[in-house]
């Protein structure tokens, strides 16, 4: 037999052991890819395009070697760094301070027994489902009576500090008032995202074996002795969940910062308003809001990749 009969009949036993059930799915599968993705391909596209080959061409359609560009993503950037870095100091410590807190609370409410520990929880749990829109009158004449402004006054007036960074060396800060209205917006969101953290910790901590805990009571470690050394170590799958969960929201937030921050926009706004400046006024600039909205999308984006495989370990109750 030669190699070509040889190579003949192995493809045809290779077709007759396909499962047809199985290129179904997979034919299913590669539609739904397709579908979902989509709409990041033509945005991709459209960011990549010249204005008068956005205008000649559909928008999934790859760009022409002369209707190439990469203008759009340098002017995104220019638009956005300084509300993009606004968004970062606002996202990180709301973040932190939400995951932490809501693990404290979520300690106390699941490895002690007290009284009225039923109704602290029911009202966390009642929290979660208090809608945006329900706070924003409340929350614009909190702010308006608190002047956090004049509060941090003594040092919101220090105009420029350095601080040491690994590989860049010393670096010069300003600090400036409108920061303010980033530590209400931090404030804020903390306070928002604590009921959502608490309830996901409790569920986590739940499973935590209490003869393991009991066993460092017995020893003599403190309730803050215990915490630290044990539960906080097995918590890094749900620090996970809870930091992506609230990094994700907070930087994709739009209603707290445009009734926070003053007028809505100026030297304070954070890239969810800053992205409004690449309208183009009259005349639609469809390809730097696309590369606008790729730029805004990039931290969310790099957290998932960095902390998916934690995420999805405290997703599953992985411990």
Wanted: negative net charge; charged residues 10%.
């Amino acid at each position: 037999m030669s190699v070509r009969d040889e190579l003949a009949d192995r493809f045809e036993f290779d077709v007759e052991e396909i499962d047809p059930t199985r290129v179904v799915l997979y034919a299913v599968l590669v539609g739904l890819i397709g579908f979902y993705l989509s709409p990041l391909e033509s945005g991709l596209m459209t960011a990549l395009k010249t204005e008068a080959e956005f205008a000649t061409s559909p928008p999934f359609a790859p760009p022409t070697v002369d209707g190439f560009t990469l203008e759009p993503f340098g002017v995104a950037i220019d638009t956005l760094s300084s509300a993009i870095l606004n968004s970062i100091m606002l996202a990180v410590p709301a973040t932190i301070l939400s995951a932490l807190l809501g693990s404290f609370a979520a300690y106390g409410l699941t490895n002690f027994e007290w009284r009225g520990q039923l109704g602290v929880v029911t009202l966390f749990i009642a929290g979660i489902f208090i809608p945006y829109q329900a706070v924003l009158i409340p929350l614009s004449r909190l702010w308006a009576i608190v002047n956090t402004k004049e509060l941090l006054a003594p040092i919101l007036d220090i105009t420029v500090f350095s601080v040491q960074v690994p590989i860049l060396g010393t670096v010069e800060l300003a600090t400036h008032p409108h920061y303010a209205s980033i530590i209400n917006l931090i404030i804020t969101h903390a306070a928002y995202g604590i009921p959502i953290t608490t309830l996901l910790f409790r569920s986590y901590y739940k499973k935590l074996s209490t003869e393991m805990l009991e066993a460092a009571r017995l020893d003599g470690a403190s309730a803050f002795t215990v915490y630290r050394r044990i539960v906080l170590p097995l918590s890094t799958p749900m620090f996970a969940v809870t930091l992506i969960y609230q990094f994700t929201q907070i930087w994709n937030d739009l209603l707290f910062a445009l009734v926070i921050i003053p007028s809505g926009s100026g030297p304070a706004a954070v890239a969810t308003i800053a992205l409004n400046e690449l309208t183009g006024g009259i005349i639609q600039t469809f390809n730097t809001q696309m590369a606008g909205a790729f730029v805004a999308a990039l931290p969310t984006l790099l957290v998932y990749v960095l902390f998916g495989d934690k995420f999805a370990k405290g997703v599953a109750g992985g411990t």
